[in-house]
């Protein structure tokens, strides 16, 4: 890296955003939630969340990244992660790099840079993910964030598999917002559904039964305390679960009989969110018989990965 230029790494989830700044090494994270009234933004990350319960008529909650994919403006999340950052003090305007999907398109790239640019970023660089994860040598990668699940396996010097599946901890969230609804008849949100399926993991990696509590709206917009055993939201965790170690299994099967007894030796590495997730490491490891190597910090494999990509 020059030494007059000023990176940051970025890594823009879907459920949280990313921020590194590679000469102070100061990491910020936010959440991936803005709340606006029409044309102004009244709260990102954690302010967004004040306004979860409020002037549901006027005010809109919106989740703007999923899939990858821009699906409302992210200006206000990213000028706020470099604020706190104090990227723009001094003279020096930050180029950032990206992690995006391995398979996003050429037309999106576009629209992410447009955003960037807009920041009044210098410049933009885009990697993917599978080239930010890869090592050297074989290896078969499972990245499984918060909106969708990246399978690929990398031998003799190539990509092998690479295959984008969408289940993830977006789709866990999903379920356990019909499983609350099913029980209780109270709507929950998103962000709800996220704290509960963090808590109910917990209770299943240490074999227990918590009694799990959240606000929910009923029929008539009014906000409930409600109640919950985490026994109860296993399903969801299980069919998403089952699905991934499904596609998984299906990739295993394809490959070559010596790189299959390769990896039932050395394992599939199981990275991004869901590998603190109870249930997928699970029932991959029983599908297939072969070790699954979870990351020690899921959540942040991926900036991590990016900060070894430039050096300050």
């Not at 549901?56 to 990213?78: A, F, K, M, N, R």
């Not at 790099?97 to 050429?106: D, G, K, Y």
């Not at 790189?259 to 599939?268: D, K, N, S, T, V």
């Not at 991004?272 to 072969?290: E, V």
Request: hydrophobic content about 40%.
């Amino acid at each position: 890296m020059a030494l007059l230029d000023k990176w940051i790494a970025l890594d823009m989830g879907a459920y949280l955003a990313r921020f590194y700044d590679f000469s102070t090494q100061k990491q910020i994270v936010l959440k991936t939630i803005i709340a606006k009234k029409g044309k102004e933004t009244l709260g990102v990350s954690d302010q967004a969340l004040a306004y979860l319960y409020k002037d549901l008529d006027t005010i809109q909650i919106q989740y703007p990244i999923s899939h990858g994919q821009i699906l409302h403006s992210i200006e206000p999340l990213v000028q706020k992660g470099l604020n706190e950052l104090h990227a723009f003090d001094g003279l020096l305007r930050p180029s950032v790099l990206v992690s995006v999907p391995t398979e996003l398109s050429q037309r999106q790239r576009e629209l992410w840079q447009q955003m960037f640019l807009d920041c009044g970023i210098r410049k933009v660089e885009f990697i993917s993910n599978l080239n930010a994860l890869q090592e050297e040598g074989s290896c078969f990668l499972v990245h499984s964030g918060h909106s969708y699940t990246e399978i690929h396996v990398c031998a003799y010097g190539k990509v092998l598999v690479s295959k984008t599946i969408y289940y993830a901890g977006a789709q866990i969230d999903e379920q356990i917002q019909r499983i609350v609804y099913n029980k209780t008849g109270c709507f929950i949100t998103k962000m709800d559904a996220a704290h509960l399926k963090e808590m109910a993991s917990l209770a299943f990696w240490q074999r227990k039964n918590n009694l799990l509590l959240c606000y929910a709206f009923d029929s008539r917009q009014i906000l409930h305390q409600i109640q919950i055993e985490s026994s109860l939201l296993w399903p969801a965790f299980e069919m998403v679960s089952a699905q991934i170690s499904l596609w998984v299994k299906h990739c295993f099967d394809g490959l070559p009989a010596s790189l299959q007894e390769h990896f039932l030796m050395h394992g599939i590495e199981l990275s991004g969110g869901l590998a603190d997730c109870f249930g997928p490491s699970q029932f991959i490891s029983k599908n297939i018989s072969c070790p699954v190597l979870c990351t020690k910090r899921g959540q942040y494999d991926m900036i991590d990965a990016l900060k070894g990509v430039k050096s300050a």
